[in-house]
């Protein structure tokens, strides 16, 4: 009951005039972002992020949520008609979406991912709601020596996860660490990596990391692969769905929620692995609730769209759980939301609910607005976010850099910004070059600062003794993983036999014609 009275005054205080403004105005900002070719929700929330500056903290992070579920409804938008996943999490939505909008039910796919991605954000934010306090309480009585190794873990389950290899995603992992030591150090004041330049005494300040990994990094990536030809996007009627349509998908819509709401609340959760699992599962199920049976997927199955978007949506409320309650980003878009949130000076954590109780129930209550806000203004809007598919690529990415560059230089007014920009949207070409994926290194940049001080903690506790670091039941369970983690995947690779066949279900034919 008191978790109902707490996100009763949240949603008092959201409903404001003023703050459901700013919902509205970050739902379509973020709809807007989203909705491009190749810009998914991580980007999208980190080319907007100084939009927020000069705002109150409860309106920023109100207009914030609005841009996070807007970014994530857009990026299935580009799916469906375009075949261009905006992120991994997406490709399992393009699978099927794609080949519905070929076949003249581009409708049907964009109303199930729009109504999917409703019941699966509103489910899943009541379940950061009811999830998160308890593990915010548990969370203080942690020590300084049980949270490092926490993060620990977090980075080693991020970075050996992501990625086709675990080499690239811990390259990753220490590039974001090595640019998260540039700076003075906070206990001796002694400049480490700044190479004789003064601007970067106070380090890199994350909104121009962010940005140029995401959005500038993805400008020159799209540039250097260019294709001459002109998108061909999918004319697209009022979003609506028959009763087949809604027969055939509510089922998914929470099977797809149980699946992706456990998967983002687990630090190292992330996205693409309950969507998958998601697609197999109404594969699966497919021939036993309907009469159209598998057959109809690779064709072009509603479900095959249904489950796996709210998967991705669920898992995307999840994220906020670690985060919120522990500190930890888990997936590149929440990373960039705890950069949000700390540039108000705010350090999520375990004290955080009961340090600004008000801010986090009036933010967990403007997701539910948000979330509503988005079905109601995207179904009827669906036509015109599908005419910006049109815009010509160069002129797209132009003014992405142009926004970029913009929001860069108003971080901190300096010229100095704007170079620091162009220096990581070339690494963030590197990175996509050469297949490290980004969000090791994004989470280094982040949590690299917030290790040292905790692993400074424990050192003080033991008078700079290593056994400070184990010292904690907690601890040692969590190394004990860290280990398991590591080593059972190298053995199990020598040890176990080679399967004859593929264990995927999903053709290859299929992920060869999903676009990237």
């Given at each position: 009951?008191?978790?109902l009275?707490l996100?009763g005054g949240?949603?008092?205080?959201?409903?404001t005039p003023m703050?459901?403004?700013?919902?509205?105005?970050?739902v379509?900002l973020?709809?807007?972002?989203?909705?491009l070719p190749?810009v998914?929700?991580a980007?999208?929330?980190?080319?907007?992020l100084p939009?927020?500056?000069g705002l109150?903290v409860?309106?920023a992070?109100?207009?914030?949520?609005?841009?996070y579920?807007?970014?994530?409804?857009?990026g299935?938008?580009t799916s469906?008609l375009?075949?261009?996943?905006?992120?991994?999490?997406?490709?399992?939505?393009?699978?099927?979406g794609?080949?519905?909008?070929k076949?003249?039910?581009?409708?049907?796919?964009?109303?199930?991912?729009?109504?999917?991605s409703?019941v699966a954000g509103t489910?899943?934010?009541l379940?950061?709601v009811f999830?998160?306090?308890p593990?915010?309480?548990?969370?203080?009585q942690?020590?300084?020596?049980?949270?490092?190794?926490?993060?620990?873990l977090a980075m080693?389950l991020?970075?050996?996860v992501?990625?086709?290899?675990k080499l690239?995603?811990?390259v990753?992992l220490f590039?974001?660490l090595?640019i998260?030591?540039v700076?003075l150090d906070a206990?001796t004041?002694?400049?480490?990596?700044?190479?004789?330049?003064?601007q970067l005494?106070e380090?890199i300040d994350?909104?121009v990391?962010?940005?140029?990994?995401f959005a500038v990094?993805?400008?020159?990536w799209?540039a250097?692969?260019?294709?001459?030809?002109?998108?061909q996007?999918?004319?697209?009627?009022?979003?609506?769905?028959?009763?087949?349509?809604?027969?055939r998908?509510w089922r998914?819509?929470?099977?797809?929620?149980?699946l992706?709401?456990?998967?983002?609340?687990?630090?190292a959760?992330?996205?693409?692995?309950p969507?998958?699992l998601?697609?197999i599962?109404?594969?699966?199920?497919?021939g036993?609730?309907h009469?159209?049976?598998r057959e109809s997927?690779g064709?072009?199955a509603?479900?095959?769209?249904?489950g796996?978007?709210?998967?991705?949506?669920a898992s995307?409320?999840?994220?906020?759980?670690?985060?919120?309650?522990l500190?930890?980003?888990v997936?590149?878009?929440?990373a960039?939301?705890?950069?949000?949130?700390q540039?108000y000076g705010?350090?999520?954590?375990?004290?955080l609910?009961t340090?600004q109780?008000?801010?986090?129930?009036?933010?967990?209550?403007?997701?539910?607005?948000?979330?509503?806000?988005?079905l109601?203004?995207n179904l009827p809007l669906a036509?015109?976010w599908?005419k910006?598919?049109?815009?010509?690529?160069p002129?797209?990415?132009?003014?992405?850099?142009?926004?970029a560059s913009?929001g860069?230089y108003?971080?901190?007014?300096?010229?100095?910004?704007?170079?620091?920009?162009?220096?990581f949207?070339?690494?963030?070409?590197?990175?996509?070059r050469?297949g490290?994926?980004?969000?090791p290194?994004?989470l280094?940049?982040i949590?690299?600062?917030?290790?040292?001080?905790?692993?400074r903690?424990?050192?003080?506790?033991?008078s700079?003794?290593?056994?400070?670091l184990?010292?904690?039941?907690?601890?040692?369970?969590?190394?004990a993983?860290i280990?398991?983690?590591?080593?059972v995947?190298?053995?199990?690779s020598r040890?176990?036999p080679?399967?004859?066949?593929?264990?995927t279900?999903?053709p290859?034919?299929d992920?060869q014609?999903v676009g990237?």
């Amino acid at each position: 009951m008191e978790t109902l009275s707490l996100l009763g005054g949240g949603l008092a205080d959201a409903l404001t005039p003023m703050n459901l403004m700013w919902a509205v105005i970050g739902v379509l900002l973020g709809t807007f972002v989203g909705v491009l070719p190749g810009v998914g929700p991580a980007m999208a929330v980190a080319l907007l992020l100084p939009v927020t500056y000069g705002l109150d903290v409860t309106s920023a992070l109100i207009m914030f949520a609005g841009i996070y579920y807007g970014g994530m409804y857009g990026g299935s938008t580009t799916s469906i008609l375009l075949n261009t996943p905006g992120e991994s999490a997406s490709v399992m939505t393009a699978l099927e979406g794609n080949r519905m909008a070929k076949a003249g039910r581009a409708a049907q796919a964009l109303a199930t991912a729009a109504i999917g991605s409703f019941v699966a954000g509103t489910i899943g934010t009541l379940g950061v709601v009811f999830f998160a306090p308890p593990l915010a309480e548990f969370a203080v009585q942690i020590g300084a020596p049980s949270y490092f190794a926490i993060m620990l873990l977090a980075m080693v389950l991020v970075s050996a996860v992501l990625g086709a290899s675990k080499l690239r995603g811990f390259v990753g992992l220490f590039i974001g660490l090595a640019i998260g030591l540039v700076g003075l150090d906070a206990s001796t004041a002694q400049p480490r990596a700044m190479l004789g330049v003064n601007q970067l005494a106070e380090g890199i300040d994350i909104v121009v990391v962010a940005v140029g990994l995401f959005a500038v990094g993805e400008a020159l990536w799209t540039a250097a692969h260019l294709r001459r030809r002109p998108l061909q996007v999918i004319p697209v009627g009022r979003p609506w769905m028959g009763r087949d349509d809604w027969r055939r998908s509510w089922r998914p819509w929470l099977r797809g929620t149980a699946l992706g709401f456990p998967f983002g609340a687990v630090p190292a959760g992330g996205a693409e692995t309950p969507t998958f699992l998601s697609y197999i599962t109404e594969r699966k199920l497919a021939g036993r609730h309907h009469a159209e049976g598998r057959e109809s997927f690779g064709e072009g199955a509603i479900e095959g769209v249904a489950g796996p978007e709210a998967a991705n949506n669920a898992s995307a409320a999840g994220t906020l759980v670690p985060l919120l309650a522990l500190g930890l980003p888990v997936t590149a878009t929440s990373a960039v939301m705890l950069a949000a949130i700390q540039g108000y000076g705010i350090t999520p954590g375990p004290t955080l609910m009961t340090d600004q109780p008000d801010l986090i129930w009036a933010l967990l209550a403007s997701l539910l607005i948000g979330n509503a806000l988005l079905l109601v203004l995207n179904l009827p809007l669906a036509p015109v976010w599908a005419k910006l598919l049109r815009i010509p690529r160069p002129q797209l990415y132009a003014g992405i850099l142009f926004f970029a560059s913009l929001g860069a230089y108003a971080v901190r007014q300096q010229p100095f910004d704007v170079a620091l920009l162009l220096v990581f949207g070339a690494l963030g070409f590197a990175v996509r070059r050469f297949g490290i994926p980004v969000l090791p290194l994004i989470l280094g940049v982040i949590l690299g600062p917030l290790m040292e001080v905790r692993l400074r903690e424990a050192l003080d506790l033991s008078s700079g003794d290593l056994v400070g670091l184990v010292n904690e039941p907690i601890a040692i369970i969590v190394y004990a993983i860290i280990v398991l983690v590591v080593v059972v995947p190298l053995v199990w690779s020598r040890v176990a036999p080679r399967p004859a066949t593929p264990l995927t279900e999903v053709p290859e034919r299929d992920r060869q014609e999903v676009g990237s």
